[in-house]
């Protein structure tokens, strides 16, 4: 879902560190605000992390070029790739 299309959020990111994940929001509007808050505590509490999620935004190991199945494998993934630096 993408909450931004839906939301008069003023304010919506993730900021990942080297044990947690950070997710904030602001609205200025009173009824969306805890409408944002409900969507984020029910992805705290009651997550649904598909696997195609996971693997795209944790860590893979894949070819370094996707097209040469003789290049080096090498480590990918959003949040991997962020940690990095």
Known sequence: MNMLNRSLA????AFTGSDSTMYVFSSQNGKDFQNLLSVYLD???????????FRQEG????HEDINDKNSPIIFK???????KG
């Open 10 to 13: 003023t304010f919506m990111n």
């Open 43 to 53: 992805a705290v509490f009651f997550p649904c992390l598909r696997e195609r999620d």
């Open 59 to 62: 860590w893979r190991l894949e």
């Open 77 to 83: 993934g959003v949040v991997f790739n962020e940690m």
